[in-house]
């Protein structure tokens, strides 16, 4: 008796599980275009991770989980996605200074200069504030801006804590290129000429045995010529769907995220201030009449290409990627009038000759349309 009614129950659960449709795959089904892309899934390297957030009878947020391809051994280049980790960490360090009395903030003015390898000055005591560095990061993705911070925190700092904090597939090897100043270093001092930037010794972390996909392209475009070998990705910078996901859940949620970055709750505002950004907002005004930077230049999910803002209900707060065929954007997605919100993590794999380097990937016609498909149609099902 007892075993019929536990699989009469478990047919009922089995029976009820049918009528909660993925809604990953509900979005495929809905636009040819996706699922014109998902025919392909492998050879495009998909991985999404989607979460809903719903609130319940006391408020409090509550995460469905849905996945597709997910695979944190599989590896794929992060490029930018994981300048967000860099921007939290010097939040965290600038914390650190101060409780040990440095009288520095986001936005006290802070001294640069750079030196070049053989320890000449090249650059002397430029004022910025690192506001404008994170400004830059979240607004433009700007690399020399991304590489002053690394500067700042350093990748020992950053790898250890990152580790920490559980995020173990996250991992900093390598600064960002093109930046004039790439092979260069920056000292970072406060108005009072402390040095506050880091000097240590880099160790570098290699991909485990057990993470695959490290070769990448079966030919490479290098020193203006094509040679018949992939690129090993196995030294450089690492991040993992799962890790990209739940740093933005932190940020977003921290009161119930189990990893806990050393931050208060002006940081997370301050953060989640320059993530929404469109381009032309607040200091990103600079930037118009640019014909690079429009003003949904950061924005793959939602507005994707569209270089006039169409839906202004909807704010993204996110940090995209996009190099060596890889386009990758992790988000969380908020409608404040319809009180609608999801995280969403995607990445997309796209060189069709299968060379390395040469910057023919398609990534307008295939990468950014299929992200921003994707979250359209996730969020249509929302609203829906």
């Known amino acids: 008796m007892r075993n019929t009614f536990v699989l009469i129950i478990s047919l009922i659960l ?24 998902v025919k392909n899934k492998d050879n495009y390297e998909i991985q999404i991770l989607y979460t809903e957030v719903s609130k319940n009878s006391v408020g409090q947020a509550e995460f469905s989980d849905f996945q597709f391809q997910v695979n944190d051994e599989k590896y794929f280049y992060p490029a930018s996605t994981i300048k967000l ?9 600038i914390n650190e200074l101060r409780a040990e009395g440095s009288n ?44 002053v911070l690394i500067d700042f925190i350093g990748y020992n700092y950053f790898n250890s804590s990152m580790s920490n904090l ?4 996250t991992y900093l090897n390598h600064k960002f290129n093109p930046d004039p100043f790439v092979d260069s270093s920056w000292i970072i001092s406060s108005l009072d000429n402390e040095i506050i930037s880091s000097n240590e010794n880099q160790i570098t972390v290699l991909a485990s045995s057990n993470i695959s996909n490290l070769k990448k392209g079966e030919k490479r475009f290098i020193n203006g010529e094509i040679k018949n ?19 933005m859940k932190n940020i977003i949620y921290p009161e119930i995220s189990l990893s806990k970055f050393n931050l208060n709750v002006e940081d997370y505002d301050f953060l989640r201030y320059w993530m929404s950004r469109f381009t032309h907002e607040d200091l990103g005004v600079k930037y118009i009449g640019d014909s690079k930077f429009f003003n949904s230049y950061n924005k793959f999910f939602i507005h994707g290409t569209d270089t006039i803002i169409n839906n202004t209900d909807v704010r993204v707060y996110n940090k995209i990627g996009q190099a060596y065929g890889t ?12 009180d609608l919100e999801f995280f969403l993590t995607a990445t997309i794999y796209t060189n069709k000759n299968k060379i390395i380097n040469d910057n023919i990937y398609e990534y307008g016609d295939t ?14 099902n929302l609203l829906d």
């Open 14 to 37: 089995l029976v009820s599980c049918s009528f909660n449709p993925d809604p990953i795959r509900s979005a495929f089904k809905g636009d040819d275009f996706l699922r014109s892309i």
């Open 85 to 93: 980790p860099i921007t939290i960490l010097a939040l965290s360090k």
């Open 104 to 147: 520095i903030s986001p936005k006290s003015k802070i001294k640069l200069s750079l030196i070049n390898n053989n320890n000449e000055i090249i650059l002397k005591d430029s004022i910025t504030s690192f506001q404008n560095l994170i400004a830059d990061v979240f607004l433009v993705s700007d690399n020399s801006a991304s590489n």
């Open 166 to 169: 559980g995020f173990a597939n």
């Open 229 to 247: 070998e992939s690129l090993d990705f196995s030294s450089k910078n690492r991040s993992s769907l799962t890790d990209m996901h739940n740093i």
């Open 327 to 338: 386009s990758t954007d992790s988000a969380y997605i908020k409608n404040y009038k319809e």
């Open 367 to 380: 990468a950014i349309p299929f992200l921003s498909k994707l979250s359209k149609a996730l969020y249509k």
